[in-house]
T-cell receptor, first 113, second 116 residues
Framework: AQSVSQHNHHVILSEAASLELGCNYS??????LFWYVQYPGQHLQLLLK??????LVKGIKGFEAEFIKSKFSFNLRKPSVQWSDTAEYFC???????????FGAGTTVTVRA | DARVTQTPRDKVTEMGQEVTMRCQPI?????VFWYRQTMMQGLELLAY????????DSGMPKDRFSAEMPDATLATLKIQPSEPRDSAVYFC??????????????FGPGTRLLVL
């Protein structure tokens, strides 16, 4: 089974700052990678996903993530955050022949106005 | 805009009572997942259905939890009897599986359960 680690438990930053959230997974085979966002009191929403192709993936709300296979990483980035990006962010991984998604513990992002 | 729906959104009950949570997957999706989210454990997979068949319920406490899909438009998660430690947010997700892992799960709004 895969394991997913998100390096930061809580990130606090100011509006317009750049954001990068780390995600590493442990699995040597072909993987599918996801970032979900959970706004306060709401459900998980898909930000972006990677199945194959261009390792730089663009998602909604100005987010992007880069798959670096050699580093087993799928870090999430946003060049300039807004107060409305305050949320919890989850990285998730499954292998190409396994339906089970392994979620990271989540990173809480607080953006100060 | 197709969405997963869940009912009830909130449920407060007393220990020992039966709780039934319902989920309507997105029309056309053939997989359903039940997750539980708590502060301590994060997101835990409880059960997984594909084409209405239960393929994995290893994450569920078998003695009190049960999950079913009576038809393609309804999935249920039942707790009987409920205990305070079951207090959590229960999410349902659905997806379209074409035989591999390249499947995106779409989450419902969740049922927030409080067992007193």
């Amino acid at each position: 089974a895969q394991s997913v680690s998100q390096h930061n438990h809580h990130v606090i930053l100011s509006e317009a700052a750049s954001l990068e959230l780390g995600c590493n997974y442990s699995y040597g085979g072909t993987v599918n990678l996801f970032w979900y966002v959970q706004y306060p009191g709401q459900h998980l929403q898909l930000l972006l996903k990677y199945f194959s192709g261009d390792p730089l993936v663009k998602g909604i709300k100005g987010f992007e993530a880069e798959f670096i296979k050699s580093k087993f990483s799928f870090n999430l980035r946003k060049p300039s955050v807004q107060w409305s990006d305050t949320a919890e962010y989850f990285c998730a991984v499954n292998s190409n022949n396994d339906y089970k998604l392994s979620f990271g513990a989540g990173t809480t992002v607080t953006v100060r106005a | 805009d197709a969405r997963v729906t869940q009912t009830p959104r909130d449920k407060v009950t007393e220990m020992g009572q039966e709780v039934t949570m319902r989920c309507q997957p997105i029309l056309g999706h053939n997989t359903v997942f039940w997750y539980r989210q708590t502060m301590m454990q994060g997101l835990e997979l409880l059960a997984y259905f594909r084409n209405r068949a239960p393929l994995d319920d290893s994450g569920m406490p078998k003695d009190r939890f049960s999950a079913e899909m009576p038809d393609a438009t309804l999935a249920t998660l039942k707790i009987q009897p409920s205990e305070p430690r079951d207090s959590a947010v229960y999410f349902c997700a659905s997806g379209l599986n074409r035989g591999g892992g390249e499947e995106t799960q779409y989450f419902g709004p969740g049922t927030r359960l409080l067992v007193l």
